[in-house]
Structure formats: C-alpha cells, structure tokens
C-alpha cells in the first residue's frame, strides 16, 4: 500500500505541481490532478503522504494546506536536476506487477516481465520502444545521479584525461564528471537508439566540448580506449561468465595505470546490511533471470582473474559503491 500511494504521486506529477504551487488545498490538487475520488478519499491519500514525511501540512482537512516536505521537493520535483522520480515512473509503469510472481521467478529460474507475454527479453523490448527506452534511461539517470555525482567528488581524476563510460546510457555519468573536473574528456558509450538521447541531455548541461557519445555494442565491439572506463548497473545484468568477458574487455582496453569502475548497490561481504544490494539482486531475477548483484569479496575475485592489480571500494550514495580494479 505505501509504496502504490508513493508510486501513484510521483506518476501524477504531485510533487511538481506542489513545488511550483506550495501551501494548496486539497479540493485544488484534486482539481489539478483530475481525482474523481471523494473528498474524504482525496484526504485520506495526501496525509498518508503527510504520515510518510512526503508532504508537510498545515491545518487538518477542509482547511489543510500542503507543501512537498524537503527532501521530497529535493528530489521528485521533475523540473530540479536531482529529480530521481524516473526509476520510481518506470517502477509504476512495469515493474510492479512484475513482482507480483516474485515467487514464480524463484520457483522456476524464469524471468517475470515482458518475456512472459510472449516477447523478447528485456532490452529487446526497450530497443523496440521510444518511449520505454527512454522512460527506461530516464529510470536509470535519476537513480544514479547521487552515485555520479558523489563518484565526481570522491574520485582522485587528477592523474587521468579521459573517461568513457561504457553502456551509459543517458551521459550523466559523463556529464558529472566534466563538470567536476574541466580536464576531463568523457565519451558515453552506447547503442544508436540511446544517442539521441544522450545528446539531448549534453546540450542541456552545457558541457559539448568535454562530452561527446559513441555508438557501440559492448558486447560485439572492443571497448574504447581510456585511461578510466565506467560501467553503471551493467555487471549486474548479466551472469558470471559474462560479468568476466565484460571486465577482461575492460582490462585489455585499458593502458597501464588504467582504472575500471563498477557502480552498483554493492552488497556488504556479510549479505546482512546492504537491503536495497539485495533486493535489487532479485529484481534481476524478475528483469534477466540470470543477472544478480555481488559483494565486494565477488567483485575482487573476478577483478584478480582478469589481471587487474588491486581493488578498492567507494562508498557513494545511500547503498551505492564505486567498485574500483587498477591494472
């Protein structure tokens, strides 16, 4: 129920209309929003939103007034540069009936989503789709934009010059990374269908000289040449003996000193504390079948048999690290 009312806010664009229209009644958002619901029901689900500390409120029913609370205006007003409301769209829109067979996928190994319905896997579906695609880049834009910009700040770039980052998707990896450090020349990696979009957000941030895009396949392409290359939420789609093709890719890629990165919900080496590592894992098994996140410990036993030289591990944002192999 919690997360159907989160998911059903952000859906509606509540929280955008709130951040340009703070202290509203209820009869004027349930105007706005078009509800054809009671006034009662109309309360019931703004102040379960209030109860959440999603919303602030002022007054109680007839005379309430409604404001985002802060964090919430922070970072799911789809008109601010944090805004990460694309993950929760894309939650809404496919993935929660998806986990509806969470025990199916573990009782047969089978991916839940578009594949049950007779069509291709996932990202053959995205790539059949401009609209999923790029609801899908603007999911995985906004819950990573905590991650790049604390790996834009964590990140010791003063010995490097260029950066690609492979399957990236919408550039905000790359993006970051420019803005942080001017030195840096960053190309997004990806396949033809993403590059419109990844252009069009380059334009937006101002930063055409240092970000540019490459079309590639990962996969069926050698990986471009760098001094660091990037994957964001890649290794996790895939199975292990992929998961080590990609980063031997990446390894023979790099120059000496060269640096690959790997930002994911790393899982804790214990599998006790990291929730979201976990459950993000099996949402694998409901997208791939076959991906599953990994523990550091994971990560550095493949990073060793590729002849990577060391590891390190970054915190970034909330259950977010920066696995890290030099060569």
């Keep these: 129920m919690a997360s159907k009312i989160l998911l059903t806010a952000v859906k509606v664009d509540l929280f955008t209309y709130l951040a340009e229209k703070q202290h509203t009644g209820a009869a004027e958002i349930k105007t706005h929003l078009g509800f054809k619901c009671t006034d009662r029901h109309c309360f019931d689900f703004l102040d379960a939103l209030v109860a959440s500390g999603f919303l602030q ?116 990896l790359s993006i970051m990374v420019a803005k942080h450090h001017p030195h840096m020349l960053c190309r997004s990696f990806d396949l033809p269908p993403v590059e419109p979009i990844a252009k069009e957000n380059i334009q937006k941030s101002g930063q055409t000289e240092s970000v540019k895009t490459m079309a590639g396949d990962f996969f069926n392409d050698k990986l471009p040449e760098a001094d660091i290359l990037v994957m964001g939420n890649i290794l996790h789609d895939w199975d292990e003996t992929k998961k080590l093709m990609l980063m031997k890719k990446a390894f023979e890629a790099l120059p000496a000193g060269g640096v690959f990165v790997a930002i994911e919900n790393v899982i804790d080496d214990a599998r006790n504390k990291n929730t979201t590592g976990l459950m993000m894992s099996l949402n694998m098994l409901i997208e791939t079948a076959e991906g599953f996140d990994y523990t550091f410990a994971d990560f550095n036993n493949w990073a060793m048999q590729c002849g990577f030289s060391r590891t390190e591990l970054i915190p970034l944002a909330g259950p977010a690290s920066a696995a890290v192999a030099y060569k």
């Design 57 to 172: 409120r002022e007054g109680i029913l007839d005379t309430a007034k409604y404001s985002n609370a802060a964090d919430t205006d922070f970072f799911l007003d789809r008109k601010k540069p944090a805004y990460m409301g694309g993950m929760l769209v894309m939650a809404n829109n496919r993935l929660y009936k998806f986990w509806n067979d969470l025990e199916y996928g573990l009782k047969t190994g089978e991916a839940q989503n578009e594949i049950k319905s007779g069509h291709g896997d996932l990202f053959a579906e995205l790539y059949n789709s401009p609209e999923l695609l790029k609801e899908f880049v603007h999911a995985m834009s906004g819950v990573q934009m905590g991650n790049f910009t604390a790996f834009a700040q964590k990140f010791d770039f003063s010995q490097k010059k260029t950066l690609v980052d492979i399957g990236g998707s919408g550039a905000m």
